[in-house]
């Protein structure tokens, strides 16, 4: 079946604009993840989306950063403001389920990501 | 964020021979997943060990999960050309939230 799907593929926009990056992921995973891949890094978690359970948005940098999940699939990452040092890779990831009872069910797919370049 | 310790960051390499990377964390984690990354792609899934001890192959690939739950090793035997690419960790701890913490990754370079 299709995979975890994102776009636009690439995006370059100029300091101080808002962004909108979309995720589609596999259907039927419950769980929804946000990352992002500075140049050269490994990968930083940004959000996570459970079923309809409050999100987990430790990871974000700031408050320029938000995420949401309509209907418990797609799901978009806005960024406002946007800075050069927001210039990286996202990429989304969803998995069948999540949490202490998923027992293996966890694994996380990815989709091939955003490139984001600030000017 | 956080971030695990991979090494080593760069690896040149022949063709055929085997390959060994390693990654260390300061938190114990009950799952540990490797991934690579080929350009302009997202990481796929390669192994993921759910058991402290666990040893588990897929084809030339090998990987296990340290007894403290604090690292994990990967081999890559007999490398060829398609082996060429960024190979991460990641560890997991399951809860509820599930996310994973990454290494800083191991950048693979296959000469022939």
């Known amino acids: 079946g299709a995979g975890v799907s994102q776009s636009p593929s690439n995006k370059v926009t100029e300091k101080g604009k808002d962004v909108e990056l979309r995720c589609d992921p596999i259907?039927?995973?419950?769980?929804l993840y946000w990352y992002r891949q500075s140049l050269g890094q490994g990968l930083e978690f940004l959000i996570y989306f459970q079923g309809n359970s409050a999100p987990d948005k430790s990871g974000l940098p700031s408050d320029r950063f938000s995420a949401e999940r309509t209907g418990g699939s797609v799901s978009t990452l806005t960024i406002q403001r946007t800075q050069q040092e927001d210039s990286a890779v996202y990429l989304c990831a969803s998995s069948p389920r999540a949490g202490p009872l998923a027992g293996g069910q966890e694994t996380q797919y990815f989709g091939p990501g955003t490139r984001l370049l600030v000017l | 964020g956080q971030q695990l310790n991979q090494s080593p960051q760069s690896m040149f390499i022949q063709e055929g021979e085997d390959v060994s990377m390693n990654c260390t964390s300061s938190?114990?984690?009950?799952?540990w997943l490797w991934y690579k990354q080929d350009p302009g792609e997202g990481p796929v899934l390669l192994i993921a060990?759910?058991?402290?001890?666990e040893l588990t192959s897929n084809g030339r690939l090998t990987a296990q999960f340290g007894i403290t739950r604090k690292d994990s090793f990967l081999n890559i035997s007999a490398s060829i050309p398609s082996d060429v690419g960024i190979y991460f960790c990641a560890g997991q701890y399951t809860g509820t939230a599930s996310k994973l913490t990454f290494g800083t990754g191991t950048r693979l370079q296959v000469t022939l």
């Open positions: 259907s039927g995973h419950t769980a």
């Open positions: 060990l759910y058991k402290a001890g």
């Open positions: 938190s114990i984690f009950n799952t």
